[in-house]
């Protein structure tokens, strides 16, 4: 969406309002603590200030709508609410250790405690959503809708314009688009004002009173994009750069400031900052849980292998991590040879080196197990791309395009492409090439419901995978 200085300038009003919407939970929240005191004929305290600011400061640093007036127009009043209520809830906690700490800041009732954490956060989102509703009143009544053209018609411009269309109350109305393709190879849709070629998009600025004209070209076309700028110079229409990048094969492409620099992410991993702090998180206590629930059957597979075959319990491999470091993965060993040269050959159906005891882990797949001490050092994910021997990493890397890409977030012990039925022996060049178009999909969508999902699905696999062997 676009940012707030290309819809409209802010007038006092919408700032006032803003600035109302800001402070009106902490102003709702300590008049109802007054308003409960009064009721049940409470001494606030022998020194009042103190409750009332530790309660204002509170709310100031945590209950607040979006400040950015972009974000006022896209409001959701369900999705808002939750979020307050979130909120509201944590504030409560908050409040409880410091009343626990500092008893001066009063004891009151169950009754009395009960009514002020039920009543304050339904008042709080009738008020938000009158102030709310002011606002967009304010913008709306303001301001006259911004005309908006585009040099290029292709994916970025389209998506842009549906997303003004989608919503009216950022005041842009898209005239048309312009570019130097014939209308039939641009395969638009009927009725898609097409205005003319990218040479007539100053003069129709010129004439028509054009507010906003947004350039969305290929990077490759950065010198065309210079020439427009120059064109323009003499409109009083604001410029926005949009970069065609669904021309190009990116993962995760993304706007990023940099010390005050824009710059375009056009591949990066999605596990950087708080996602990565998440991820980490959810895999370290869940694999801590497996491993605990699980660790007499560990025990009991170790005593099997051991007992069952000739050579060591643990099999130790040399594998691809994260942006392409070695580690070495731990598993039961379910073969008679431990393999980790620069030849491996791939387990295939009925392989004769592979043992009894190890046909049955590798049917279950519980000689993925020990992975999880893997995750617990970090190495590993419990949901990722599954990584290959470094022998093969080395061949596949020159087969598949964007193969080592997968390397760019940890591999996992289950993966997308598994649970799509991607794995077992690769045969051909498209069984290699559909679980790295996995591979790259679980990175281009990754959320911690994507990692809880795949795991359920990996579970319910588990004794129905034709190709686990």
Known sequence: MPT????????FLMVL???????MPAMVAVACLLTVARLWHIPIHANPTKPLVVMTLSCLALIHPPRELVSQLRWHAPTETVM????????????????????????????????????????MVVSLLLTHSATRRAVTMAVR???????????SSL??????????????????????????????AA?????????????????????LVFLSLPLGHIARVSELVEDLHDTTASIYYVPDLFVYDLINARPVDLNGIPVVAMRESPLHGFN????????????????ALALPLLLALALLVWLTSRGPVMFRQRRYGLDGQEIVVYKFRTMTVTEDGGEIRQASRGDPRITP?????????????PQLINVLQGRMSLVGPRPHAVAHNEQYRKLVKGYMVRHKILPGITGLAQVNGARGEITDLKDLERRVRYDLDYFRNWSPLLDLKILLLTVARVFRDRNAF
């Open 357 to 369: 005891v190890g046909g049955v882990l590798r049917r279950f797949s519980l000689d993925e197990l």
């Open 84 to 123: 307050l209520l979130g909120r509201w809830i944590l504030l409560l906690v908050i409040l409880s250790f410091v009343a626990m700490v500092d008893g001066g800041l009063g004891q009151y009732p169950r009754g009395a405690e009960l009514a002020w954490a039920l009543g304050t956060p339904l008042l």
């Open 4 to 11: 707030t200085p290309v819809m409209v300038k802010r007038t």
């Open 276 to 291: 990565g702090t998440t991820k980490r998180l959810m895999d370290f206590v869940m694999a801590l849980v497996i491993l």
């Open 17 to 23: 309002l803003i600035g109302l919407q800001t402070v």
């Open 191 to 211: 009725g898609t004002p097409l205005l003319g070629r990218l040479s007539e998009l100053a003069g129709f600025v010129k004439r028509s009173g054009v507010d």
């Open 159 to 188: 998506m842009l314009a549906d997303s003004f269309a989608a919503h009216p109350d950022i005041r842009l109305h898209v005239v048309g688009y312009f570019d130097d393709r014939d209308p039939v190879r641009l395969n638009a």
């Open 145 to 155: 809708p911004r005309r908006v053209v585009f040099a290029g018609y292709n994916r």
